[in-house]
């Protein structure tokens, strides 16, 4: 066997590991096109066997917590920016078809991207002119 059959049969078996679990877990095949799914397969492989993933406990709790953290951060740096580079306000309204309640969220848009700022539950409420102002 060469190397180059090693290799090959190596990157088979990765990619029936991660064939069964986007299957079981009913992940998008385009999932893989993230620009985080290379930099965390790279993570996984860079610390090698033995040490132990995070639980979901942990992505759903700690992990999270975390990352909604930095993404806090990161939109109030963004905010600073709004000064100088200006925004527009933008709103859409949404129907849960379920429970048929009607939301109205608010976002702020510029160059850079385009931020959630709130959502407003509004049924039930009198849309006429002036709701809109």
């Not at 996984?44 to 909604?68: F, H, N, W």
């Not at 379920?98 to 969220?105: A, P, R, W």
């Not at 848009?109 to 002036?130: E, H, I, M, Q, R």
Request: aromatic share 12%.
């Amino acid at each position: 066997m060469t190397l180059k059959d090693m290799v090959k049969g190596t990157r088979n078996m990765l990619g029936r590991h991660i064939r069964k679990w986007f299957y079981n877990k009913e992940i998008l095949f385009d999932a893989a096109n993230s620009p985080y799914f290379l930099p965390m397969v790279n993570a996984i492989q860079r610390v090698g066997p033995g040490v132990k993933l995070s639980t979901a406990y942990e992505l759903s709790g700690p992990i999270l917590d975390e990352e909604m953290e930095e993404v806090r951060k990161w939109i109030e740096e963004y905010k600073q920016s709004w000064p100088r580079a200006g925004i527009t306000l933008m709103s859409d309204d949404w129907l849960n078809k379920v429970s048929k309640q009607e939301f109205v969220n608010f976002l702020a848009y510029s160059l850079k991207c385009t931020a959630f700022l709130s959502s407003k539950d509004v049924s039930g409420t009198k849309k006429d002119a002036n709701f809109y102002v």
